[in-house]
């Protein structure tokens, strides 16, 4: 059964992250920098919270905030689900599932470590299916010669 520790294996594991009292503006400008859609909050390298592209949208502007005025930790999505480098792919496919979260931060012994998103254990998923079909399809055409 595979284990997040090999996700984060096949990728670059560093994850962009942000100060709890940071503006949403520096957050935005982070996100769109790294082309990414969401940044973990930390405090005292601790992860308290994740902050999306979503909660600009409904939090920020829809509510007509200043981006520039409101911290991170105001409007960001808290509390945040987390796993370990040691949790398996199901478990994390189940925690995304159950809780409709897009995001996993990888924590060890208190630190942030990485990041895993809805997309990476769907990537995964296939790759599963692939091997799958690839063996079958070997077992089917060498057993009929």
């Known amino acids: 059964m595979p284990l997040v520790k090999d996700l984060l294996a096949k990728r670059n594991a560093s994850v962009v992250q942000v100060g709890e009292q940071q503006s949403v503006m520096d957050a935005a400008r982070l996100m ?3 082309r ?3 940044v973990v909050v930390t405090h005292k ?3 308290v919270g994740i902050f ?3 909660d600009i949208l409904m939090r920020v502007v829809a509510e007509g905030r200043d981006p520039n005025g409101v911290p991170v930790a105001q409007v960001m999505s808290t509390p945040v689900a987390v796993c370990t480098p040691e949790t398996t792919v199901d478990e994390c496919t189940a925690t995304i599932t159950e809780k409709r979260h ?4 990888v924590v060890e012994r208190g ?3 990485g990041l895993i998103s809805s997309g990476d254990l769907l990537a995964n ?4 299916h692939e091997t799958t079909i690839t063996y079958l399809k070997e ?3 060498s057993s009929t010669r």
Do not use: A, S
């Open 125 to 128: 998923q296939v790759r599963e």
């Open 139 to 141: 077992y089917m055409y």
């Open 32 to 34: 769109k920098q790294h």
């Open 45 to 47: 390298d601790r992860v």
């Open 36 to 38: 990414i859609g969401c």
């Open 102 to 105: 897009r995001h996993l931060p």
């Open 111 to 113: 630190q942030l470590v």
């Open 52 to 54: 999306t592209e979503r």
